[in-house]
Nanobody, 121 residues
Framework: QVQLVESGGGLVQPGGSLRLSCAAS????????MGWYRQAPGKQRELVAA???????NYADSVKGRFTISRDNAKNTVHLQMNTLKPEDTAVYYC???????????????WGQGTLVTVSS
């Protein structure tokens, strides 16, 4: 069974940094795109950053220049380095995988359970 497990969330002061990680497991052969979404209280889930299998990246305007997404295809992991964090970055951050192929099945999309990031003094 495929699982996406996030780690690295927590409480940080404004201006601080956090690094989120997501590991996908479950007889995975390949993953097309991986990314991070976030959902703040009372708001819709939104794309934060995404990265393709060949390293092309896409960022929300609100995080450009502050966040960096990276992935390790061999380990099926994706990371989000978040710098200069702001209170408005507070949200539950979800790992996402699109076009995930295992030895037996192909999934269009899979989600992690989410990790809470709180930016507050």
């Amino acid at each position: 069974q495929v699982q996406l497990v996030e780690s690295g969330g927590g409480l940080v002061q404004p201006g601080g940094s956090l690094r989120l990680s997501c590991a996908a497991s479950g007889s995975i052969v390949s993953i097309n795109a991986m990314g991070w979404y976030r959902q703040a209280p009372g708001k819709q889930r939104e794309l934060v950053a995404a990265i393709s299998s060949v390293g092309s990246t896409n960022y929300a305007d609100s995080v450009k220049g502050r966040f960096t997404i990276s992935r390790d295809n061999a380990k099926n992991t994706v990371h989000l380095q978040m710098n200069t964090l702001k209170p408005e970055d507070t949200a539950v951050y979800y790992c996402n995988a699109k076009g995930l192929t295992t030895t037996s099945v192909r999934y269009l999309e899979r989600w992690g359970q989410g990790t809470l990031v709180t930016v507050s003094s």
